[in-house]
């Protein structure tokens, strides 16, 4: 069974910063993803653990950074300029694959964290 852990979240003014932490077995992808009230559950980046490969959806570009530490055990998601539109749930995914193919898809990942809030208020 593998167990991933977040920490991170909170409440911050738009235009504030939050770094999450997502601590277990690194997948070949590990994700982050995020859940606001009413609605489902998208994929915000994701990082290729074997290369440092990462991508991000548009809406999250040039404004958070995915990073993994040395060891692998920790994935990283620095949340800079915040805004209210980012409130949600915010989880960490791992997916183990043969394939160089990590995706924003939910149901591609195997294993989740139980996520962790992050509050932006105007």
């Known amino acids: 069974q593998v167990t991933l852990v977040e920490s991170g979240g909170g409440s911050v003014q738009a235009g504030g910063s939050l770094r999450l932490s997502c601590t277990g077995p690194?997948?070949?992808?590990m994700g982050w993803f995020r859940q606001a009230p009413g609605k489902e559950r998208e994929g915000v980046a994701f990082?290729?653990?074997?290369?440092?490969?990462?991508a991000y959806r548009d809406f999250v570009k040039g404004r958070f950074t995915i990073s993994q530490d040395n060891a692998k055990t920790t994935v990283f998601l620095q949340m800079n300029g915040l805004k209210p539109e980012d409130t949600a749930m915010y989880y960490c995914?791992?997916?183990?694959?043969?394939?160089?193919?990590?995706?924003?898809?939910?149901?591609?990942?195997?294993?989740w964290g139980r996520g962790t809030q992050v509050t932006v208020s105007s």
């Open positions: 990082i290729y653990t074997i290369s440092g490969q990462t």
């Open positions: 995914a791992a997916r183990w694959t043969v394939r160089r193919d990590c995706s924003f898809i939910t149901d591609e990942y195997n294993y």
């Open positions: 690194a997948g070949t992808c």
